[in-house]
């Protein structure tokens, strides 16, 4: 797609302009988006999470995100999960953050614990809770799960224990050690999960928090364990790098946790030094009759506007965002700072390094990789038609 078509010069593509937070400066404003692979063994990464994320880097990505990563052994979601709660765990993690950052893409780490949702099976092993299926095939057994309250996340699911204030305490001492790790691995970004009904989500959620203590009931109350855990990673974090939080902005249509309560978290989330939010929705099993989000182009684009709008907190829009020009538009019409992808990177992992091209023209080539673009713009020139620049 030529630049002309959304009436801009080369120099004025929002989607390729750095962005500054604290004392990182990120090249472009694509985010390759958290996504479980459910491929790691007792939390380690491997070679394949090298390749995996690092080609997302050589596709010109300004920041790579991990997957979910547990800040304990029972906060994995399944028995593949991606696991910060060991030193041992830092090795692994640098190589990846060395090459991400030698290709030019900046390194996030997205924290998180399972809650309600953990002892479950790889996707393409069912997507359930574990069984007896699980651990005659596979030697993979369930474990003791937490949440907010003692509700299943779903029919068929084990009731979790619902976490004590000791519980609480030691969860926080998780997360900080969790942040000394990703800094010892080299990261440059970690981003708290506070979205999907995972644990955190599982105390703001009305939904799912059913409590009657100081942890449970009015909104500052159900914000207080995520808000106690930003600020312990906050003064965790070195203070040149920044600290984003994944939320659902909403967990359905006029149900349970509400935009407006959004905009209230990330106010409270900012008063902490958070430095941007990244606004997905749902996660959560809704009652009979309640309607989630409709899923189309685009679909969590207006929370990511609204909570800027309103708060002037950055955001990140994510959620079929599929074309260039599509994210170009978001960024221009100032509803959202960067723009996330997911699946459409597992499609096309060169897909920021494309939109270069599509949007900048000839000048896009100068995003890709040396060792690639050589060869690539030459046959673009072959492929053209005579006469074209």
């Known amino acids: 797609m030529p630049a002309e078509s959304i009436g801009a010069s080369e120099t004025d593509i929002r989607l390729f302009e750095p962005l500054a937070l604290r004392g990182i400066t990120l090249k472009n404003r694509v985010v390759v988006s958290p996504m479980s692979m459910y491929s790691s063994h007792e939390g380690f990464s491997d070679d394949f999470h090298l390749v995996h994320l690092g080609r997302f880097a050589l596709g010109d990505a300004g920041l790579v995100i991990t997957e979910a990563t547990a800040v304990s052994r029972d906060g994995r979601i399944t028995h593949g999960c991606n696991g910060i709660w060991l030193d041992a765990h830092v090795p692994n993690l640098r190589r990846i953050t060395d090459f991400l950052h030698r290709s030019g ?82 990261f440059d970004v970690i981003e708290l999960h506070c979205a999907h009904a995972y644990l955190l989500h599982a105390f703001l959620s009305p939904l799912l928090n059913k409590r009657d203590d100081k942890y449970g009931g009015s909104l500052e109350n159900r914000m207080r364990l995520p808000l106690r855990i930003a600020e312990t990673v906050r003064a965790e974090w070195p203070e ?57 182009r685009g679909f969590q684009v207006p929370f990511a506007a609204h909570i800027r709008q309103v708060t002037g907190i950055p955001t990140i829009a994510v959620g079929l965002i599929l074309e260039p020009r599509q994210a170009e538009e978001v960024l221009r019409a100032g509803d959202a700072d960067l723009i996330a992808l997911g699946r459409e990177m597992l499609f096309n992992p060169n897909w920021a390094a494309q939109a270069a091209v599509a949007l900048k023209q000839g000048a896009g080539w100068k995003e890709w990789p040396d060792q690639y673009a050589w060869w690539l713009e030459r046959r673009a020139r072959q492929l053209s038609p005579r006469g074209a620049s």
């Open 240 to 296: 040149d790098r920044p600290l984003f939080v994944r939320i659902s902005a909403v967990d359905g249509v006029g149900v349970g946790w509400s935009i407006e309560d959004s905009v209230v978290f990330t106010k409270a989330l900012a008063a902490r030094g958070i430095d941007a939010i990244a606004c997905s929705s749902g996660g959560v099993k809704l009652p009979r009759g309640q309607a989630l989000v409709s899923r189309d």
């Open 105 to 186: 893409s900046a390194a996030g780490i997205q924290l998180g614990h399972s809650g309600p949702k953990g002892a479950g099976q790889r996707p393409w092993h069912g997507n359930g809770p574990l069984g007896p299926e699980d651990a005659a095939q596979r030697r993979e057994y369930p474990w003791p799960i937490v949440s907010s309250s003692p509700l299943p996340f779903d029919e068929g699911w084990a009731t979790p224990h619902g976490l004590a204030e000791a519980d609480m305490d030691e969860l926080v001492l998780d997360y900080r050690s969790a942040a000394r790790r990703a800094r010892e691995a080299g």
